[in-house]
Each structure stands twice: as structure tokens, then as C-alpha cells.
């Protein structure tokens, strides 16, 4: 019966163990493999549009960059423009104050000259970045103010009443083609930095292309992660749903490969059950045989024996001690033999079929208060106790349990009658027996201050027809077997702990709630 | 016993020294009826039902009936005598080593009307058929209706 509970155990341990490591590993490469990808994937995608809006920033800055130049040459324009207006203004002042001295004109010149001179400045300020332009505008300057003094020294001449003067200075100073070659110089000047303005403008556009390029890069590149993505996790679902479905599958094969295994323990427990039951049966029969003609031989020798009182009386001559050997002696010795024999085997017989049946009993489990159950054994055995002046204590409170009162009877009067059994001669028996509740258990203990157990015998002593010690008491080592027997059959187990002549103490356990075999 | 005709004893066994050790503890006990011997089941049958001194045809019996045979078991012979309406007030003895409360529950459901458990103690066996016997000879049979 032990053994094959610890196959029980053994086997789904294993079975259990083998199926769970297959479907981990089925998980665990498909898992893997997925994540892996997905993983990969997504951060490849990620970087991508990292790197896209990067480029989408440095793009940016750069367009506002060229941005910046664009309305810089706009400012340049501007200035060039201005600067040839005020230069025109100034001319014209000039012109109408050397036909007119009108004091107004004197005022537009001056404002003009003023104008010329800031836009002059502005435009040198402006211009610092570009050297062609510089250059120019240096040249611009010096021929601007060259102007300026030149037209300054027309102007004071005519206020000072050198009219001729005034005139023939505006004749032959070369004022008027300064003044051409100053335009002239500026339309340079616009010319340039229209150039300028269309570079610009041609690498703005290409900046702005370059970012659309690099937008609509990144909007595909967008799309193509989302699009793989939501690809690999639907496949990566679908994956764990099938893992689930297998693993379920798996966990039902399991269940029922338990199944199967429970019932086929059980087909065979019953099966050496009935084993035992019939093989016990059939061996009662031709024992009732030998029994029965070994009782007829033994009449029939009585009748020898008769005859043979008969002829020692009558015809004593006839007799020799071999014949009388024979029938007072030999043949009422094999007589003996074979009775204590078959007495014996009887004995045994009825052991294996009394285990079968134990083992065939429907449980019928019931509140079992310990303490009153351990008392009543107690009491049947008072008086072989008080004979040999052992005491029994019962430590309270014992636990309370549900299980079959039959049972728990038998196994602990067989643990009382045993430790009342192998007492030590000459000590005072004293037999304690205690109980506590220890991880949903109920753990009942007896012990004895008898002679004990060699502990290489703790395992003998429970086996079928075994005996352990010096063998001075009848018995024929079924108790303790049985004894297991019923602790495995309540679902419990018992153990021993002893030393030679240091008393025993059996410990048994058992589910505080009996729970009935599911039947298969 | 029977007033005019003498009970036949048909006993039903598979094992011969049983048979002997109990046809002799019968002829122990004072009974001196006629014991037909059968050893399985189907010549048990035969005999019961179709051989001229079977107790179909022959008058009264009593049955001794052991459940281990080798080709049926007796309580199938039970049955059998026990739903015949020329049988069926035969008194059937189960002598069987079997003491399987189930096994004997089902006999007497079945009808038989003495169960008797073999004790392998051959005192005990001896006293056991030897008790029979003693009645034996005081129960009333009623005769076969067979013959009726």
C-alpha cells in the first residue's frame, strides 16, 4: 500500500513536471523569438524617427537661417534704395538752390545730406558679412561724401553770392556724373544682392524641399513601424492564444493522464485486494483437508492404538519396539506437527483476508472526540492493566476529528494494546497518550517507557508477518501492519521513534477532515 | 422424516475430501439417507432436473450446496432451483468456506435456507455437519412437486 501511494506521488511529480518543461519550452521559443522581433523592430523604428525629427529640426533651424538672410538682403535693398532716393533729393536740392538761393532748398539738402550719411552707415553696418559688398559700399562711402563736399562747396559758393562761381563749378565739378556713377554703383550694389537673393532664395527652397523629403520620410517610416508593429503584436497574440490553447490542452492530457493513472492504481489495488481475498479463500480449502483428515488419522490411530494395547495384553510376542515407536510415538508426533502447522497457516489465512476486507470497508467518517474515543480503549483494557500495574494517562485536550470511528479504534487500541504488550519487566508501565493539531493535521502520539525498538527495526515492525525483539509474547506481526494499513486508508500515516530499552513512541497523523478517494 | 419416501441428499462439491469428511460427519450423525454426490455445476444441473433420480423425478431432497465450482458458481444453482416451481421448495444448505457478508446477504436473498460457513477447525466442521444432521432428522421436507 506504501509503495504504491508513493508511486502515486512519484508518478504525477514526474509527469506533471515533464509536460510543464515541454510547454515552457514551447512558450519560451515562440515568446522569444517574437519579442525579440518585436522589440527589435520598434526600436529600429523609433530610432528612424529619432533621426527624422532631428533632420526635421536642423532643417528648421537652417531654413530659419537662410530665412534670416533672405529678408537681410530685403534690408540691403531697401538701404540701396533709400540711399539712391536721398542721393536723388540731394542732387535736386542742390540743383533748385543754385537756381533759386531759396532757403528751403538750403534745409532739403542738408536733411538729404543727413539721410544719405545714416543710410550710408546702415548700409556699410549691414554689409559686414559679405566683402564684395563691403568693398563697394567702401567705394560708395568715399564717392557719396566726395559728392557731398563737392555739392556742400557748390552750395556755399552760391550763398555767398558766387553765382558764376556756383554755376561753372555745377558745369565742370563732375558732380552730376558722381552722382550716376554713385547710382550706378548702387544699382551694383541691388544687383548683387538680388543675385544673392536668388541663391538664397534657391537654397531656401531646396532647405524647405529637403524638409518636406524628410517629413514625408518620416510620416512613411511612421506608418510602416505602426504597420509592422500592430502586424507583429496581432501575430504575437495569436501566438500566446495558441500557446494558451495548447497549454491548455496540455494541462487537460495532464489532468487526465492523472486520471487514468489514479484509476489504474486503484484498478490494481483492487485487484491485489480481490487477489488476496480469493488466494486466501482457495487456501482455506484444502487446509479444511488437511485439517479434516489429519482429525481422521488420528481416530483411526486411535483404533491402533486400541488394537495395540490389545495384542501387548493378548500377544505381547508379536510386538517389537519399532511398532510400538511407530504408533505411541511418531505417527502422534506428525500428528502434532501438521495441526500446529495448519493452526498456524490458519492463523495467517485469516490475517491477509481480515487486511482485504479492512482494506474493502467503506469509510464512514464522523466526529470523533479523541480524548473520549482513547479513554474507552483505556477502559477495556483496565484490567490486563491493573494486572501488570501499568497506567495510562490521556493528555487534554486531544484534537477533535472527522473520520471512521471503526478505524481510529482499531489503530490506536492495537498501538495501546502493543505498548501495554512489550512493557519492560520490572518498571512500572506508564503509557501516555497525547494529541495536537500541526498543519491541518491531527498528529496523536503513544508512548511507553517499555523496552522499545532497535531503530533498524522502526520499518520490520510494520511489515506483514514481521516481529521485531525478543519474541516472548504471542503474536504473529500483524498488528502493526494493519495498523499502517488503516493510518493509509483515513488518507494519514504513522512513524515510529524509539530506542532499545528506551520506551517507543508512535506517532500518527491524520487529515483532520477525512476526504473521501475521488472514485474512478 | 418423510412418511413414505426417503429424502435424497444431493451435495453439490468440487473438492473430494470435503465431500468425504462431510459425508462421513453425515453418516456420524445417525443419517443413513442416500448422498448423490456431484462435482460441478452442470452435472449438478443434470441431475437435479433431468435424471430419474433427480428430485424432479424422484421424490424429495435436500441440497448441499457449495459456491466455489469450478464451472459456475452455486449461487447460480440457487437461482436456478430456487425459480423452478418443481424446486423451489427444496431446502438448499450453503456449506461454502466463503463468509463474506455480501456473499451470504445474496444467498438468502436468493432463497437458500441455511447458510453454513466451513470452519477450517475440522472440530469445528465435524460438529458443524454433525449439528446438521441432527437436523436432518427432525425438519419436515416437502415432497418434490415435481412428482405432484
Given at each position: 500500500m506504501a509503495a504504491s501511494e508513493d508511486t502515486v506521488a512519484e508518478g504525477h511529480g514526474s509527469l506533471y513536471s515533464r509536460v510543464m518543461a515541454r510547454v515552457a519550452d514551447e512558450l519560451d521559443l515562440s515568446d522569444r523569438a517574437a519579442t525579440r522581433a518585436v522589440i527589435l523592430f520598434v526600436i529600429l523604428g523609433f530610432l528612424g524617427l529619432l533621426a527624422g525629427g532631428v533632420t526635421a529640426g536642423i532643417v528648421m533651424v537652417d531654413n530659419q537661417q537662410r530665412v534670416g538672410w533672405v529678408n537681410h538682403t530685403y534690408e540691403v535693398e531697401r538701404h540701396i534704395d533709400r540711399l539712391r532716393l536721398q542721393m536723388e533729393r540731394l542732387e535736386a536740392a542742390r540743383r533748385g538752390y543754385l537756381l533759386d538761393a531759396d532757403p528751403t532748398f538750403r534745409m532739403i539738402f542738408d536733411d538729404a545730406e543727413a539721410s544719405l550719411t545714416h543710410e550710408v552707415a546702415q548700409l556699410s553696418a549691414l554689409t559686414q558679412d559679405n566683402p564684395a559688398q563691403k568693398a563697394t559700399v567702401e567705394r560708395l562711402t568715399d564717392q557719396t561724401n566726395r559728392l557731398r563736399v563737392m555739392l556742400g562747396a557748390s552750395m556755399i559758393a552760391r550763398s555767398l553770392g558766387l553765382d558764376q562761381k556756383a554755376l561753372e563749378d555745377f558745369r565742370t565739378d563732375g558732380s552730376v556724373q558722381m552722382a550716376r556713377g554713385a547710382r550706378t554703383m548702387g544699382g551694383a550694389m541691388l544687383a548683387e544682392e538680388n543675385r544673392l537673393l536668388s541663391a538664397r532664395m534657391t537654397t531656401q527652397r531646396r532647405t524647405v524641399n529637403i524638409f518636406y523629403g524628410v517629413l514625408t520620410a518620416s510620416g512613411v517610416l511612421l506608418l510602416l513601424v505602426a504597420t509592422a508593429s500592430i502586424l507583429l503584436i496581432a501575430r504575437y497574440v495569436r501566438a500566446l492564444a495558441t500557446s494558451r490553447d495548447s497549454l491548455k490542452a496540455l494541462n487537460d492530457n495532464l489532468e487526465q493522464a492523472v486520471a487514468v493513472r489514479t484509476r489504474d492504481l486503484r484498478r490494481a489495488n483492487d485487484e491485489i485486494q480481490r487477489f488476496a481475498y480469493i488466494v486466501s479463500h482457495d487456501l482455506r480449502s484444502p487446509l479444511v483437508n488437511v485439517h479434516g483428515f489429519t482429525a481422521e488419522l488420528e481416530r483411526s490411530s486411535q483404533t491402533i492404538v486400541a488394537l495395540l494395547q490389545r495384542v501387548e495384553q493378548e500377544?505381547?510376542?508379536?510386538?517389537d519396539a519399532e511398532a510400538r515407536r511407530a504408533v505411541y510415538a511418531d505417527a502422534p508426533e506428525a500428528i502434532g506437527f501438521i495441526r500446529t502447522s495448519t493452526q498456524k497457516m490458519d492463523r495467517l489465512i485469516n490475517a491477509i483476508l481480515r487486511l482485504s476486507r479492512e482494506g474493502r470497508r467503506t469509510i464512514t467518517p464522523e466526529r470523533l472526540d479523541m480524548a473520549r474515543l482513547v479513554r474507552g480503549i483505556a477502559d477495556s483494557m483496565r484490567h490486563r492493566m491493573d494486572e501488570i500495574g501499568a497506567q495510562l494517562t490521556v493528555e487534554t485536550p486531544m484534537p477533535e476529528i472527522v473520520s471512521d470511528r471503526l478505524a481510529v479504534e482499531q489503530i490506536l487500541s492495537n498501538l495501546i494494546e502493543n505498548a501495554v504488550k512489550y512493557l519492560k519487566p520490572g518498571r512500572p508501565g506508564r503509557i501516555q497518550v497525547r494529541g495536537w493539531l500541526e498543519a491541518g493535521r491531527a498528529v496523536i502520539e503513544v508512548q511507553d517507557n517499555g523496552r522499545g525498538i532497535d531503530p533498524k527495526d522502526h520499518e520490520r515492525v510494520?511489515?506483514?508477518f514481521r516481529r521485531a525483539g525478543f519474541q516472548d509474547q504471542p503474536g504473529e506481526g500483524i498488528g502493526l501492519a494493519h495498523v499502517r494499513a488503516l493510518a493509509y486508508r483515513l488518507g494519514g500515516g504513522i512513524t515510529c521513534v524509539s530506542a532499545l530499552d528506551a520506551g517507543a513512541t508512535f506517532r500518527l497523523s491524520l487529515p483532520v477532515t477525512y476526504v473521501a478517494e475521488p472514485t474512478a | 422424516m418423510n412418511g413414505h419416501q426417503p429424502v435424497n441428499i444431493i451435495m453439490v462439491e468440487d473438492d473430494e475430501g470435503h465431500a468425504r469428511l462431510i459425508e462421513r460427519n453425515i453418516r456420524r450423525a445417525g443419517i443413513s439417507n442416500t448422498v448423490h454426490h456431484l462435482s460441478d455445476g452442470s452435472s449438478a444441473l443434470r441431475f437435479l432436473f433431468?435424471?430419474?433420480?433427480?428430485p424432479v423425478k424422484n421424490g424429495p431432497a435436500l441440497v448441499l450446496l457449495d459456491l466455489n465450482l469450478p464451472d459456475m458458481s452455486g449461487t447460480e444453482i440457487l437461482a436456478r432451483i430456487k425459480s423452478d416451481p418443481a424446486l423451489r421448495r427444496t431446502p438448499v444448505v450453503v456449506l461454502t468456506t466463503t463468509d463474506d457478508k455480501v456473499e451470504i446477504q445474496r444467498c438468502y436473498d436468493l432463497g437458500c435456507n441455511v447458510y453454513i460457513t466451513k470452519p477450517v477447525n475440522y472440530e469445528n466442521f465435524a460438529d458443524a455437519i454433525r449439528q446438521l444432521g441432527l437436523f436432518l432428522a427432525v425438519i419436515q421436507i416437502p415432497e418434490s412437486e415435481g412428482l405432484g
Open positions: 500377544a505381547p510376542h508379536l510386538l510494520f511489515e506483514l | 433431468e435424471h430419474p433420480e433427480g
